[in-house]
């Protein structure tokens, strides 16, 4: 039997768990560094994905609570809109990478796994960064310490989003 370490998942076992809606408890904990918040607004923020499937993945999460898009006030949506363009400038300078998948599962069904606080996701790709571990093993690996990667966007996010 082969076995697989990932040290960086061992807060997700020690780490108290959030009885409320996650997005809502990072958004009023929105200083604590250990939420690795970027950037945020009177609209929405910007975070990084706790369990990424990609080196830099963060989120674009309004600051209003629904798992609906079409409840969101429009200035609302134009702002996230905007936060998640800015986004994807942030990633391909400081990544940086070749491309960036953009997505937002809207419920169960779609695969949203916080189904009940819309938000979208940025991904950041690379040529390759697909290969026969991922396609063959189902297993990804990551050549990235994940703090520096906080620590570089966070460092630039000010000069992205205005």
Not at 47 to 72: C, Q, R, W
Request: proline letters at 4%; a neutral charge.
């Amino acid at each position: 039997m082969e076995h697989l370490y990932a040290p960086w998942r061992y807060t997700y076992v020690k780490d108290e768990k959030i009885d409320t809606c996650v997005f809502c408890h990072i958004l009023n904990n929105k200083n604590d560094e250990k939420y690795e918040v970027l950037f945020f607004d009177e609209f929405c923020f910007v975070v990084m994905n706790k369990y990424p499937y990609s080196p830099g993945h963060i989120m674009v999460v309004p600051n209003f609570h629904t798992a609906n898009i079409e409840d969101l006030e429009e200035k609302v949506w134009q702002r996230v809109s905007t936060r998640v363009r800015q986004g994807v400038k942030l990633l391909k300078n400081i990544m940086p990478c070749e491309g960036v998948n953009i997505g937002m599962n809207l419920g169960k069904a779609a695969g949203a796994g916080i189904e009940e606080h819309v938000h979208y996701h940025l991904l950041p790709r690379w040529i390759g960064d697909t290969n026969f571990i991922s396609t063959l093993g189902g297993t990804r690996v990551y050549p990235a310490d994940f703090k520096e990667i906080f620590r570089k966007l966070k460092a630039s996010s000010k000069d992205f989003f205005l």
